[in-house]
Nanobody, 129 residues
Framework: QGQVTESGGGVVQTGGSLRLSCTAS????????MGWFRRIPGKEVEEGVA???????SFYADDVKGRFTISHINANKVYLQMNSLKPEDTASYYC???????????????????????WGQGSQVTVSS
């Protein structure tokens, strides 16, 4: 059974940086997409922040481009480097992993949660003004 574990959240001032780590274990397929999602206070759904597939193709939400970077450490471990953080980045951040099928990113955005079947428990990021 696949499991996803995150670490690295915390409290930081505006303009600061944080790095989140995510490891997927028990995920027994070679083509794996991994990604970060966040749930902002007051909203009920997770929004895609950044995703990456096994070929290192990465995708970003418009409001984090140029500030956040997702990268592989190995096939099942990724980092999310978050720079120039803003108060509106405050959220619970969730890592997810899923089988990267041939359809990935075709009929729905590669940032859509539907591609990901394994989810972590979430890590809180708070950016103070």
């Amino acid at each position: 059974q696949g499991q996803v574990t995150e670490s690295g959240g915390g409290v930081v001032q505006t303009g600061g940086s944080l790095r989140l780590s995510c490891t997927a274990s028990g995920v027994d397929f070679d083509d794996v997409a991994m990604g970060w999602f966040r749930r902002i206070p007051g909203k009920e759904v997770e929004e895609g922040v950044a995703t990456i597939d096994e070929g290192d193709r990465s995708f970003y939400a418009d409001d984090v481009k140029g500030r956040f970077t997702i990268s592989h450490i190995n096939a099942n471990k990724v980092y999310l480097q978050m720079n120039s953080l803003k108060p509106e980045d405050t959220a619970s951040y969730y890592c997810a992993a899923g089988y990267r099928s041939a359809a990935y990113g075709t009929y729905a955005s590669p940032l859509a949660p539907q591609w990901f079947g394994y989810w972590g428990q979430g890590s809180q990021v708070t950016v103070s003004s």
